[in-house]
């Protein structure tokens, strides 16, 4: 059961981080074109909410690396969003923020599976 969980969470982690990043990438170029769309840092926020959830899952059962990493790219990635709804200024590192997730969720995802085998 608790392999299914680790799964389970990484997957959520690296899913979220993924179309995080996508978006995070996209989006900028979509407003360049005349479609109405603008950005709405509320939808970072939602992103933002699955992976602090992961994350305060994963870190509990891994190891000190793991958890470094995946703490500071988080914390990059609420500054960043944190920035942007107050103070309305963008920062760039929410791209490091989402990366980091995205490696620290691929990480964690082979030491469980090397620990299981």
Do not use: R
Not at 27 to 53: C, E, K, Q
Not at 77 to 93: K, V, Y
Request: hydrophobic share 50%; with cysteine.
């Amino acid at each position: 059961m608790k392999k299914t969980t680790t799964n389970f969470y990484d997957i959520l982690g690296i899913s979220s981080a993924a179309i995080c990043l996508v978006h995070c990438l996209i989006f900028p170029m979509l407003t360049i074109l005349p479609l109405g769309l603008s950005h709405n840092p509320f939808i970072d926020l939602v992103f933002a909410f699955f992976g602090t959830f992961a994350v305060s899952k994963i870190i509990q059962k891994s190891n000190i690396l793991i958890s470094a990493v995946l703490t500071v790219s988080m914390t990059l990635i609420w500054i960043s969003i944190l920035s942007e709804l107050f103070l309305d200024f963008h920062l760039h590192l929410i791209y490091f923020g989402g990366i980091g997730m995205i490696i620290g969720h691929l990480m964690n995802y082979k030491w469980h599976k090397k620990q299981n085998h």
